[in-house]
């Protein structure tokens, strides 16, 4: 149980695209819904928390126009990177927290997506 | 460009022996911490947790230990084999907060 999926696993794109990742969870309901990027080496960097029917909640630094995310169901969120850059080129996860487990703050991560710029 | 100074800490052990990676974390209000494995190209998958009333949990082959009085966590892992060979992350769970805070990440490398 509790499987995250996302789809595309990996996108190469032309520079000035759009591209779409949809973060889903399989077999639980997931109110909320967390976005990271994480560049080679690096750690993994919290974007954004998407909740289910409002608006999304993005960190600081990061661009809510340029990461449009859309969480309008209980099983999927997207993310969209708008006019993508070389410097989009990253590895984007989503996590999910399951709305059955109450107050239970752990969280689900999905296989990640490969998005190269070029 | 490559940043200078963004590496991965890698930790080398001999397969069979133990090893231990450690952490320090910043916020000394997190309550909740957890220790995740990243094979690359891959999303990171949970390996063991640990509360802050806790001070050691054990698993199947992997113990956390959590010292709050230097805010420092560990992970062992007793006889080291090659599907162990991966990034492992320690994260903190502010008190009534829903966000998890990624360590910087020690590369794990298994010498045969």
């Known amino acids: 149980g509790a499987v995250v999926s996302q789809h595309p696993s990996w996108v190469i794109c032309k520079s000035g695209t759009s591209v779409k990742i949809e973060c889903r969870s399989l077999?639980?309901?997931?109110?909320?819904m967390f976005w990271y990027r994480q560049f080679p080496k690096q750690s993994l960097m919290l974007m954004a928390t998407?909740?289910?029917?409002?608006?999304?909640?993005?960190e600081q630094g990061v661009e809510k126009d340029k990461f449009l995310i859309n969480h309008a169901s209980l099983t999927l969120s997207t993310l969209t990177v708008t006019s993508a850059h070389p410097e989009d080129s990253s590895f984007y996860i989503c996590?999910?927290?399951?709305?059955?487990?109450?107050?239970?703050?752990?969280?689900?991560f999905g296989p990640g997506t490969r998005l190269t710029v070029l | 460009g490559e940043s200078v100074g963004l590496h991965l800490p890698t930790l080398s052990v001999q397969e069979g022996d133990n090893s231990i990676i450690n952490c320090a974390y910043s916020?000394?209000?997190?309550?909740?911490f957890i220790w995740y494995k990243q094979e690359s190209g891959k999303g990171p998958q949970f390996i063991i947790d640990?509360?802050?009333?806790?001070d050691k949990r054990q698993g199947q082959r992997v113990t956390v230990l959590l010292n709050k009085t230097v805010k420092h966590l560990s992970l062992q892992i007793a006889a080291t084999q090659p599907g162990d060979s991966a990034v492992y992350f320690c994260?903190?769970?502010?008190?009534?907060?829903?966000?998890?805070?990624f360590g910087k990440g020690t590369r794990l490398h298994i010498l045969p």
């Open positions: 640990i509360r802050s009333n806790m």
């Open positions: 077999d639980f309901q997931a109110t909320t």
């Open positions: 996590s999910a927290r399951d709305a059955g487990r109450g107050l239970s703050n752990e969280q689900f």
């Open positions: 994260a903190e769970i502010p008190f009534r907060d829903d966000k998890i805070i």
């Open positions: 916020n000394s209000a997190s309550d909740y």
């Open positions: 998407s909740n289910e029917g409002s608006k999304a909640t993005y």
